[in-house]
Every structure is written in C-alpha cells, then in structure tokens.
C-alpha cells in the first residue's frame, strides 16, 4: 500500500512539474508587439544571430545582452526596419564553452544568418572567429574584448568593447587631469590585475612620468598598513589599485586612515559600488576606469527605463555595448544597401564616428575600436558619478 | 618620510598588528595548554566575534549610546559575553565528550566545528564583504610624517589592558591556579578536588572572548567583515602561539607582538615586495624553533606516556 502511494505521489509530482515547471514560456511575440495593428508593412526580412550564453554560470549576462538586443531590434522595427525589411533574430547558445560555441556558430551558419551579434566569453567567442569566417558572416562581438581575438580575427569579427591594453590609456589619461607625476601601483598577484598594472606602468613611463612603487599584496590579506607606510614613503601622488573591490575598499581606508592625501584610482575589477559602502567615509573622491556601464551614461536613461519597463529588472553590465551593437549593424546594413556580406563587412569596416550610447565607433584597421570606450567615475556621497 | 620616521611609523603598525595576533594566540595557547586540543575552530570565533559586534553596534547606533567609542565599548563587552559561551557551548557539544578519546578524533571535532562555524557565516552573509560603520574618524597624531589615527592608539592599548586582565587573572586568582595546575596534571587536580569540567569550560570563555573581542576590534581597524577573514590571521596567532612556546599565556603575547613587528618590517626591505613579508617573517620563525624548538618561553617538558 505504502509503495503505491509512493508512486502515485511521484506521479503527481511528474504531472505537476511537466504543468508548472516545464510549461513553455509563450512566444515572446504575442506580447511584444500591443501596437500590432500599426506595426509598418515589412518587404521580407533579414534573419541576424545572437550568439550569447543563456546557460551555464554566465547565463544573467548573457540573458541581459540578448534582452538588450531584443530592445534594439524593436525600437528599429518600429521606425521601418532596415532597408524596408523587419530585423529579426535567432539564437544560439555559446553557453560560455568552446565546444558549445563551435555547436551554436555552426548551427547559426546553417539557418544563413546575415551576421550575427553577441560573443560574451572570449574563450567561447575565438573558436566562433574561423567558422563565421569561412562562411562570410560579419560579426559584431559586443562584450569579449581579449587581445586574443585580434590575433584570431579573419577579417569578419568587429569589436565594439575596448580590449584590455585601453584600460592603461584611460587611467594614464586620468592621472595626467588630476596633475599627478609620481604614481604607485598596486596589484593583487592574479593574471588579470598584474597585467593591467604592468600595461599601465609601461604607459605611465612612456608618457615621461615617474613610477615610484609598485607593489603586491596577497589575497585574503586585511593588513595594508605596512604598505601604507611604503607608499607614503615613496613620496607618491597617485595610487592606482588593479585588483578587485573587497580589498581595494580596505587599502582604500588603510591609505586615509594612515594619513595618505593623494589621488587614489581603481580599475575596473572595483567598479562594484559595493567598494564605496564599504569605504564610507574614505570612498569619497575616489576614481575609477571603467567599462561603459549604461547606468552612468546621460544618454542611456531612455534605454534604461525601455529597459526596466520590458523585463522589470535593471540591465547588466553588458546590456548597454549589446543595444549598441544592434544599432551599429543596422546602420552598416543601410550604408551597404543590401544583405551582400562582403558589402556589410566593408560598410562595418568604413564606420566612421558613429554615435551609439556608449562609444563614438570608428574601427583599427584590425577592426577594434579606434577610441577607448572605458569611463572615468568619481566616488561622490557613495554613488559613482561620471566624469569623462 | 625619514628613516626614523618609518622606522616609527612600523612600529606602531607591527604593535598593533601584533596585539591582534596576540589576542586570538592566547585562546590557541589556553586550549591547548589545558586539554591538548589545537583549537581550529579558534579562528572562525574570531569571525564570529566580528560579525555579532557589528550587529550589536548597528543596533546601539540607533539608539542613544551610537555607534561612537561608547557604542564600541559597549558591544564589545556584550559581545565577548555572548561569544564566550558560545566557546563553552562548543567545548560542551563537541570536545568534552570526546576527551578521553584518541587526540586526533578532538582534532577532527575541531575542524568541523570549524567548517560549521564558517560555512553559517558564508550562508548567513551570502559570501559577501560587509562594512564594519562606526562613528570613529580619522582623526589622529602626527609627529613630523609619522601619522597615528586615534582609533589605533586606542585599540593598542585596550589590547593591552586585556592582555594584563587576563594575566592578572591567571596568575592572581585561583581559577588562575586551577587553570594552570590543570595543565600540569588533570586527574591528579581531580583527587584533589578540582571541579575540572568547570575550569575547563572556563578557560575555553576566557579564551573565545578575548579571540571575538580580537574580532571586533579588526572590523573596527579595517573597516569589513568576511566570512573567511579568520583563516589568514588563525594560521599566523597559531605561528604566534607555537613561536612563544604554546601552552605559555606570555608566550601566546610574545609571539603575537613579534610576529606583528617582523611583518610590518618585512615589507619594509628595498627590493623585496608585500607579497614577501610572510615569506621573510616564517623564516625567521623556522631559525627560531630550529634552536629552540619549544618556543621562545616554553620548557623543556618530559613526554609522560
């Protein structure tokens, strides 16, 4: 008896879960478009992959760029769409894995996209380089940004996220404002942090200035006063911290309480605002170089709020580079006249100064962006605030 | 900033780095001075004590004692109270049961007291950094470049009052007496009428509160709690216990202000980075045990079989 209740429960969990959990969502298009009935008359229509991750660990933000896309793609459909055509998408999921990605490009090549948008994950964006290549699909990659890509780059990818080596610029650039010469730098040991500090030294040096510290701490570490002591020794006017927010909240409130008066900068791994409420008091007059991140950009306020009205959620870090991208195929595609894509390549490769949220894009002749896009924030009444 | 200048400047960092040490030794020493138990949990109470202190703070800063220096004074009291048993609680449920077992299963208990007590805190903070707020400024002393916040003057010395309590208390009392004469022999205290289960559970109270009054006193120096910010600093108060001689509550002092002084000069060393200091410290630490392997303070002690 017991044995059969067993069963009988399992299958009414079975029922229940194939009801509730599995039921499919209903197809996006039934709600997106209230306005059906003055939606503009389309002349066929031009089919764009959006290869992101939708599963596996890098899912949400894979989810906010194609959300974003999605926006983009609407907002353009109802001006006309492109070339009197209605854009529409397709997706595959790269799922932040190599082999997914091969799946996901191989199977977006079949269904003869016109190009494709996306490429979160750098390592699961480069297999993706030779097969769009060899089948002649521009693509846009909205949010990858190694320097790996560049080498890997047949012609046919474009790269609207500045790669690493601009961050070094930004925050030459930043310390050069704020009249500073003898700078400190201080990195946490791990591949990413040292090798912005060690891009950022070379360029801080090339540009004639001085380089009087340049120091590690180890992770987990929350005593700092030593180097304090260094840095303050050193006669340093700049600090600039390369590692992540938890730690550089500490140094931050370290150097303050430790009597340091200069200029302090955080990359973009502190960018979290989680690093000024932790700071407090000390955050203040901190600066940043970060990724554009559409929250502090004037001109993405519409964007934002089409944004929170549609998925009732605020967009991800790379929401903001997605919608961009989205526009900049777009306009490409008009300059091109046609879906030709030998035409679409060379109207990407001629963009020329096109305005988009967050960069002005003209591209390198290895088709990367010609101007940095990376921000310069201000820790102001523990809010970022932008100020280049 | 001078020589001299930053010869002085370390010196207060090393002091007060080092009371903290010094501070979370002393349980390590105590425990293991009484029962033999390297108390692993030991560090994961100085956590504890950092993040019950914040909550008690954040509550008093609504109120009219605030989150000033009378706040602190006040939370900190509690909160060595409440963490203190806790340590008894721990004592009761995990070690006592298993004192007359094989050593190594008290270690084991140890460290799953340990996984317990952090994997709560990861659960309950979701894995994030939490800001420790207080009223304090930064306000301080400076004489030529040499820069000292009030905030650490203040904890160096209360650092130090609790260490001569606690030393006053050992020595000068006769819980002190039976906490010491347990370590020599405990059943031999037993004939004599020694409540041993009690001065045990005594000792491990002494012991967390000063580890979780250590723990609040660094949210307050630093400015943030983490769930794992007792991993770094148990390996370096036990490095400090053992380097004193363990089992030895001076020891436990010695060990913890040495440490705190070799680190905050090992970063000093032209040419050698941060990243080294530890590396610089534990030498001279292994120099140390190598010519005398029980310690700076310990005695030579005939194994009793």
Same mark, same amino acid.
């Given at each position: 008896?017991?044995?059969?209740?067993?069963?009988?429960?399992?299958?009414?969990?079975?029922?229940?879960?194939?009801?509730?959990?599995?039921?499919?969502?209903?197809?996006?298009?039934?709600?997106?478009?209230?306005?059906?009935?003055?939606?503009?008359?389309?002349?066929?229509?031009?089919?764009?992959?959006?290869?992101?991750?939708?599963?596996?660990?890098?899912?949400?933000?894979?989810?906010?760029?194609?959300?974003?896309?999605?926006?983009?793609?609407?907002?353009?459909?109802?001006?006309?769409?492109?070339?009197?055509?209605?854009?529409?998408?397709?997706?595959?999921?790269?799922?932040?894995?190599?082999?997914?990605?091969?799946?996901?490009?191989?199977?977006?090549?079949?269904?003869?996209?016109?190009?494709?948008?996306?490429?979160?994950?750098?390592?699961?964006?480069?297999?993706?380089?030779?097969?769009?290549?060899?089948?002649?699909?521009?693509?846009?990659?909205?949010?990858?940004?190694?320097?790996?890509?560049?080498?890997?780059?047949?012609?046919?990818?474009?790269?609207?996220?500045?790669?690493?080596?601009?961050?070094?610029?930004?925050?030459?650039?930043?310390?050069?404002?704020?009249?500073?010469?003898?700078?400190?730098?201080?990195?946490?040991?791990?591949?990413?942090?040292?090798?912005?500090? $060690?891009?950022?030294?070379?360029?801080?040096?090339?540009?004639?200035? $001085?380089?009087?510290?340049?120091?590690?701490?180890?992770?987990?570490?929350?005593?700092?006063?030593?180097?304090?002591?260094?840095?303050?020794?050193?006669?340093?006017?700049?600090?600039?911290?390369?590692?992540?927010?938890?730690?550089?909240?500490?140094?931050?409130?370290?150097?303050?309480?430790?009597?340091?008066?200069?200029?302090?900068?955080?990359?973009?791994?502190?960018?979290?605002?989680?690093?000024?409420?932790?700071?407090?008091?000390?955050?203040?007059?901190?600066?940043?170089?970060?990724?554009?991140?559409?929250?502090?950009?004037?001109?993405?306020?519409?964007?934002?709020?089409?944004?929170?009205?549609?998925?009732?959620?605020?967009?991800?870090?790379?929401?903001?580079?997605?919608?961009?991208?989205?526009?900049?195929?777009?306009?490409?595609?008009?300059?091109?006249?046609?879906?030709?894509?030998?035409?679409?390549?060379?109207?990407?490769?001629?963009?020329?100064?096109?305005?988009?949220?967050?960069?002005?894009?003209?591209?390198?002749?290895?088709?990367?962006?010609?101007?940095?896009?990376?921000?310069?924030?201000?820790?102001?009444?523990?809010?970022?605030?932008?100020?280049? | 900033?001078?020589?001299?200048?930053?010869?002085?400047?370390?010196?207060?960092?090393?002091?007060?780095?080092?009371?903290?040490?010094?501070?979370?030794?002393?349980?390590?020493?105590?425990?293991?001075?009484?029962?033999?138990?390297?108390?692993?949990?030991?560090?994961?109470?100085?956590?504890?004590?950092?993040?019950?202190?914040?909550?008690?703070?954040?509550?008093?800063?609504?109120?009219?004692?605030?989150?000033?220096?009378?706040?602190?004074?006040?939370?900190?009291?509690?909160?060595?109270?409440?963490?203190?048993?806790?340590?008894?609680?721990?004592?009761?449920?995990?070690?006592?049961?298993?004192?007359?077992?094989?050593?190594?299963?008290?270690?084991?208990?140890?460290?799953?007291?340990?996984?317990?007590?952090?994997?709560?805190?990861?659960?309950?903070?979701?894995?994030?950094?939490?800001?420790?707020?207080?009223?304090?400024?930064?306000?301080?002393?400076?004489?030529?470049?040499?820069?000292?916040?009030?905030?650490?003057?203040?904890?160096?010395?209360?650092?130090?009052?609790?260490?001569?309590?606690?030393?006053?208390?050992?020595?000068?009392?006769?819980?002190?007496?039976?906490?010491?004469?347990?370590?020599?022999?405990?059943?031999?205290?037993?004939?004599?009428?020694?409540?041993?289960?009690?001065?045990?559970?005594?000792?491990?109270?002494?012991?967390?509160?000063?580890?979780?009054?250590?723990?609040?006193?660094?949210?307050?120096?630093?400015?943030?709690?983490?769930?794992?910010?007792?991993?770094?600093?148990?390996?370096?108060?036990?490095?400090?216990?053992?380097?004193?001689?363990?089992?030895?509550?001076?020891?436990?002092?010695?060990?913890?202000?040495?440490?705190?002084?070799?680190?905050?000069?090992?970063?000093?060393?032209?040419?050698?980075?941060?990243?080294?200091?530890?590396?610089?410290?534990?030498?001279?630490?292994?120099?140390?045990?190598?010519?005398?392997?029980?310690?700076?303070?310990?005695?030579?002690?005939?194994?009793?079989?």
């Amino acid at each position: 008896m017991a044995k059969r209740l067993w069963i009988l429960a399992f299958a009414v969990v079975l029922i229940a879960s194939g009801v509730f959990g599995c039921s499919p969502t209903p197809p996006a298009g039934d709600e997106e478009k209230p306005d059906g009935a003055e939606a503009p008359q389309f002349d066929g229509e031009i089919l764009v992959g959006i290869m992101v991750p939708v599963t596996g660990s890098e899912a949400t933000y894979g989810q906010d760029m194609e959300n974003a896309m999605k926006i983009a793609a609407d907002e353009i459909n109802a001006a006309g769409g492109i070339l009197g055509k209605e854009l529409k998408f397709t997706l595959g999921d790269d799922g932040c894995d190599p082999q997914m990605c091969t799946a996901a490009a191989s199977k977006l090549v079949s269904s003869e996209v016109v190009a494709v948008l996306g490429g979160y994950c750098s390592g699961a964006t480069i297999p993706a380089l030779k097969i769009y290549g060899d089948a002649k699909v521009p693509f846009i990659i909205t949010a990858a940004n190694s320097t790996e890509l560049i080498k890997e780059n047949p012609g046919w990818a474009f790269m609207i996220n500045s790669p690493g080596y601009h961050q070094a610029d930004a925050a030459a650039n930043c310390f050069e404002r704020l009249d500073v010469s003898k700078l400190a730098f201080v990195h946490q040991g791990d591949g990413f942090s040292e090798n912005l500090a $060690e891009l950022t030294r070379d360029e801080w040096l090339s540009r004639g200035h $001085e380089v009087v510290a340049y120091d590690v701490v180890n992770k987990g570490e929350q005593d700092f006063s030593s180097l304090v002591t260094k840095i303050r020794s050193s006669g340093a006017e700049g600090v600039y911290w390369t590692a992540y927010h938890a730690d550089g909240a500490m140094l931050i409130m370290q150097l303050r309480q430790g009597g340091y008066t200069g200029e302090i900068t955080v990359a973009d791994g502190s960018s979290s605002v989680q690093l000024l409420e932790i700071a407090g008091a000390a955050g203040e007059g901190v600066y940043c170089t970060s990724p554009p991140v559409v929250d502090y950009l004037p001109a993405a306020q519409r964007f934002i709020s089409a944004y929170n009205t549609k998925h009732n959620q605020e967009p991800g870090p790379y929401a903001g580079l997605a919608y961009d991208g989205t526009y900049l195929l777009a306009d490409a595609i008009e300059r091109a006249g046609s879906t030709d894509p030998d035409a679409i390549r060379d109207a990407l490769a001629a963009t020329e100064n096109f305005e988009t949220l967050c960069a002005t894009i003209t591209f390198t002749p290895e088709n990367v962006l010609e101007k940095s896009n990376f921000m310069i924030l201000k820790g102001e009444g523990g809010k970022w605030t932008l100020i280049e | 900033m001078s020589l001299q200048e930053i010869v002085i400047q370390q010196l207060f960092n090393g002091l007060l780095l080092g009371s903290f040490y010094g501070l979370v030794a002393l349980g390590y020493s105590m425990v293991y001075g009484i029962i033999r138990l390297l108390n692993f949990a030991h560090a994961d109470i100085y956590m504890v004590g950092g993040f019950c202190s914040l909550s008690l703070l954040t509550f008093f800063g609504g109120t009219f004692i605030g989150n000033g220096w009378l706040g602190i004074i006040v939370s900190m009291f509690i909160t060595m109270i409440i963490v203190g048993l806790l340590g008894v609680v721990i004592e009761r449920v995990a070690y006592k049961p298993l004192r007359e077992a094989p050593r190594l299963s008290l270690l084991i208990s140890a460290l799953g007291v340990s996984m317990i007590l952090y994997n709560s805190a990861m659960v309950v903070t979701s894995g994030e950094y939490r800001p420790y707020k207080t009223g304090l400024s930064y306000e301080g002393f400076s004489i030529g470049s040499v820069f000292i916040t009030h905030t650490q003057a203040i904890l160096i010395v209360a650092a130090v009052i609790l260490m001569l309590i606690l030393h006053l208390f050992i020595t000068r009392t006769m819980y002190g007496k039976a906490m010491r004469a347990i370590s020599m022999d405990r059943d031999c205290c037993r004939l004599m009428g020694v409540n041993v289960n009690k001065i045990i559970a005594l000792t491990f109270f002494v012991g967390t509160a000063l580890a979780a009054s250590a723990g609040m006193m660094a949210g307050v120096y630093y400015g943030s709690l983490h769930f794992y910010m007792g991993f770094v600093i148990g390996i370096k108060a036990f490095t400090a216990a053992v380097i004193g001689g363990i089992g030895i509550i001076p020891g436990a002092m010695l060990g913890g202000l040495m440490l705190g002084l070799l680190e905050s000069f090992g970063t000093q060393i032209p040419f050698i980075g941060s990243a080294w200091k530890d590396v610089f410290s534990f030498i001279i630490l292994i120099l140390i045990l190598i010519f005398k392997p029980t310690g700076l303070l310990g005695k030579k002690e005939s194994e009793r079989m």
